[in-house]
């Protein structure tokens, strides 16, 4: 979270606005709750240039929730691609075998998921409901640095996007995007909150068993309010897409600024990282993450002395996720570059110590 935006909701937590209330007391019916509620969505419409024939719907059930809600709202019950590209999009894969036949259509496991498959190969089917896709493999370190076109590869199918650990960090090209899913917790506010954006002819397709809570058609008809959304993450989200707003880079503003922030974050350690005979990345260099820099220390006895000074030197969860092993830095939109140039001094000051 951007320290501004933690200040901010801090300030308000009692009081919101001179309504006599916290956020949290709010009815979500209520006319202060619809302002943020209504705020909120058209910033993050400004900030992601949805185009309008898109709905944006404030959700509950997190990624792996929407692994289900995505496959039982679009899936027809027929066949849903996947590209198969680390452990996320391996979990929405497995989800989405539930409630229909879905189809491996390229996978990199042969790789250990250190490139991405190149979309020429992928075996697309027919006819499929959608394609999906893990736009950044959080664990693994890997982006797909452009959305495929997949009306050139031959699918006249919906592309579907998990981008729940890269949203807001970089533009999304809606041209090419059907529906696309985030957790809110990675770079947009708080755990709770689900963020989806869907196009408006992929709504009113849900199967009879989609619980009517997560039928998006039922959601966009009730502007997110069918039960009660969960306010709060809306409220955390909303600060953050207004401090998302006011960031600037050169003449850039909003995301455009993120991402040119983001592009010389990982620059930096990325630089650092392959100038240095200590520490190695493993990701093709064409499509390593922005946002989660996994590493190895070359001598793995060391680790526990790394994230112990680590630690000391307030350089905190850089323990790489149990699948993978080694280290991991999560780079997310409120770290700043200060943050970065402090993790790659600590780095350079261990190998010095311990090479
Ligand atoms: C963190 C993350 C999720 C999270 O799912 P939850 O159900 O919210 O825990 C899903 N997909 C990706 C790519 C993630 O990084």
Redesign the pocket.
Known sequence: MPEAVLQRAASEMLDWQGSGMSVMEMSHRGKEFGAICTQAEADIRTLLAVPEHFHILFMQ???????AIVPMNLSRGTTADFVITGS?SI??QKEAQRYCTANIAASNAGDHHTRLPDPSTWQLSKDASYVHL?T????NGIEFQQLPDLAALGSNAPLVI????HVASRSVDWRRVGLAF??A??NLGP?GL?LVIVRDDLLGHALEICPSAFNYKIVADNKSMYNTPPTWGIYMAGLTFQWLLRQTEGALTGVAAMEQRNIAKAKLLYDFIDTSSFYVNKIDPGCRSRMNVPFFLVDESRNDAFLAGAREAGLLQLKGHKSVGGMRASIYNAMPLEGVRALVSYMREFERSHA
Do not use: R, V, Y
């Open positions: 059930g997190g990624g792996l929730g929407e692994n996320w979990k929405s893990c950044n493999e959080t664990i998990d981008f729940s650990s985030g957790g917790q990675k755990a689900t």
